[in-house]
């Protein structure tokens, strides 16, 4: 059996079913692969990408806490370098 990529378009549908909570198989049977095929996908590429998307999610936020100490720090202490 001949190994062939994932179009684009396979994996844009397989991304929507995994999002409306379809099972694997029928996810499989709507694009036209093996059960082992979307596995990998969802593993490999989907579910990096949301832990990337909250990982992201949380350095914003650090981010946002830093710079806003910052300025309250710079805020009350204008008069320090006088």
């Keep these: 059996m001949p ?3 994932r179009t684009t378009e396979e994996l844009v549908r ?3 079913y995994f999002h409306q909570n379809v099972s694997v198989l029928n996810i499989a049977i709507y694009v036209g692969c ?3 095929t979307i596995h990998n996908v969802v ?3 989907l579910r990096k990408a ?3 998307l ?4 949380n350095t914003k936020k650090i981010r946002n ?3 806003d100490a ?3 720090y710079h805020m009350t202490n204008k008069n320090t370098f006088k």
């Design 65 to 67: 806490v830093v710079v």
């Design 34 to 36: 093996s059960r082992q």
């Design 54 to 57: 909250i990982t992201l999610n």
């Design 3 to 5: 190994y062939t990529h």
């Design 14 to 16: 397989t991304e929507a």
């Design 43 to 45: 593993v490999t590429f």
């Design 50 to 52: 949301i832990l990337l």
């Design 70 to 72: 910052l300025l309250l």
